[in-house]
């Protein structure tokens, strides 16, 4: 009889490090899909980030005398550029963010700008990458949501302590003015 036991008690553990094995897995899993997601939106950033300097440079030749806008625009894309971690990049592409809605609104100002084909082109390509951008933060929170809900719940949670586990950072606008979108239209 004793025998008996001791196989319901080895096949209860044998059980539950199975499950601790599939659960750590699966929060495996799910952290390489929030890497792959940010790495997904760093790409599109990045094409905005290189398509910044051709804006500035055409709005420039139009509008000679903006230049704090010009310098604001500067300082956010040198901090995209040595943005370190996660955190640091979401600040950096808010204040990128913001810039440009400061140089489309410097734009507004000069019809001749806005009728220029260059300038429209480089319109048109930042409304694309914007979307695009957009569509990868979505993804991006979409697979934080499923690893912080992972954690949060039980049993997970007891391995997500077990391994030091903690919550990942949406990728979400800090600034009620930031909320709104990049104006691309004229």
Not at 101 to 123: H, M
Not at 128 to 149: G, H, P, Q, T, W
Request: glycine content about 2%.
């Amino acid at each position: 009889m004793w025998w008996i036991v001791l196989i319901v008690v080895g096949a209860l553990i044998l059980l539950g490090v199975i499950w601790y094995i599939a659960c750590a897995n699966n929060f495996v899993r799910l952290k390489n899909n929030i890497d792959e997601a940010f790495s997904t939106m760093d790409v599109y950033l990045k094409k905005r980030f290189d398509l910044i300097p051709n804006i500035v440079e055409t709005v420039k030749g139009y509008a000679k005398h903006e230049k704090e806008t010009f310098e604001e625009i500067t300082k956010a894309r040198a901090s995209v550029g040595s943005a370190k971690t996660a955190n640091d990049k979401v600040k950096a592409e808010n204040a990128m963010s913001k810039a440009i809605t400061s140089l489309f609104a410097i734009a507004e100002n000069y019809p001749e700008l806005k009728a220029n084909t260059n300038f429209l082109d480089l319109q048109n390509q930042l409304k694309v990458i914007e979307s695009e951008i957009a569509n990868s933060r979505k993804y991006y929170n979409a697979c934080v949501k499923a690893y912080n809900i992972k954690i949060d719940i039980f049993p997970s949670s007891i391995v997500a302590r077990n391994k030091h586990l903690e919550k990942a950072t949406m990728f979400e606008v800090t600034d009620a003015k930031e909320r709104n979108n990049v104006k691309v239209q004229f």
